[in-house]
């Protein structure tokens, strides 16, 4: 199925303790390049992201981003800060004495002053967090891959619509081609007819004559080639695999035999027809230009 480079994917879940949130979105882009918003204190899950990511996605300008909350405190401890806790009980209570005023300090009252605690963070379990984060990511990607694949049909659609297009313009150029020989020929035949006047005319010249402007202006090979690389191209659009760069190069293909049509075109519903191919040629490519 053919798959577009435009996607969005999200997933969000809580795993032991932790809200997970991953987000992926991508553009175009010639390659697979990729970025990241990480937390800081996370950054060892990174590289493994990019590999997962790498395995799902072969083209497009992608980027990452995960945002871990820890919801339970399950990465802190909390612990007194005993020698300040001291300093502030002896200077109130000092305070209090010298003051003539009424001791009635309590704990409650210690805690809102600051310093009293030190938070400290745990070490992370980098394995159990990178499994937790595999999972939401794995989801986000599904879900990115699966908007691809909705935007790749849509162009599959499209880009089928317009080879049929250019297919009934290549129909109509080969049924003029022919017609023009003939044309070519009885202007000759008059204009001979003209010049000579009563003298008999050389039946086998005039044939001749018309042979030779047949041979330039022929475009059977042209029409035929460029009929081969149409089925190529649709032959592609059904591939599972990414086609992206070859739907590319044989949209070239197709346009260097259009424009070889175009130089013998010695006609003007045959100029006509090749100048609407060429429109279609260049919308199919900037459509190629999102192909995955």
């Known amino acids: 199925m053919l798959k577009s480079m435009t996607g969005y994917g999200r997933a969000q879940k809580v795993l032991n ?16 390049e990729y970025s990241s918003r990480v937390p800081r204190s996370y950054s060892y899950i990174d590289d493994k992201l990019k590999a997962l990511l790498k395995d799902s996605i072969s083209r497009g300008k992608t980027e990452v981003s995960v945002t871990i909350n820890n919801i339970e405190g399950k990465d802190a401890v909390i ?34 002053l600051p310093d009293i605690f030190n938070v400290q963070k745990n070490a992370d379990d980098e394995d159990e967090v990178w499994s937790d984060v595999c999972e939401v990511a794995q989801e986000a990607v599904s879900a990115f891959v699966e908007m691809r694949k909705v935007e790749g049909e849509k162009l599959r659609a499209d880009l089928t619509s317009r080879l049929k297009t250019i297919l009934g313009m290549v129909a109509e150029i080969e049924k003029l081609s022919p017609m023009t020989v003939e044309s070519y020929k009885d202007r000759l035949y008059q204009k001979l007819s003209e010049i000579l006047e009563d003298k008999n005319i050389d039946e086998q010249r005039i044939l001749t004559e018309a042979a030779i402007f047949a041979d330039k202006i022929a475009v059977d090979e042209e029409t035929v080639r460029l009929r081969s690389h149409i089925d190529q191209f649709m032959t592609m659009l059904g591939s599972g695999e990414p086609v992206g760069r070859k ?21 003007l519903d045959i100029t006509k027809n090749v100048l609407a191919i060429k429109a279609e040629i260049e919308k199919i490519r900037e459509q190629v230009q999102n192909v995955e």
């Open 79 to 112: 612990a007194l800060n005993k020698g300040i806790a001291e300093g502030y009980i002896s200077a109130l209570r000092g305070a209090a004495a010298e003051l003539g005023l009424k001791d009635d300090l309590t704990l409650s009252n210690l805690m809102k």
């Open 17 to 32: 303790g932790r809200d997970i949130l991953v987000e992926i979105h991508s553009v175009n882009h010639r390659y697979f």
């Open 247 to 267: 739907l590319d190069f044989i949209v070239q293909e197709m346009n260097r035999e259009t424009n070889t049509i175009g130089s013998k075109a010695q006609n």
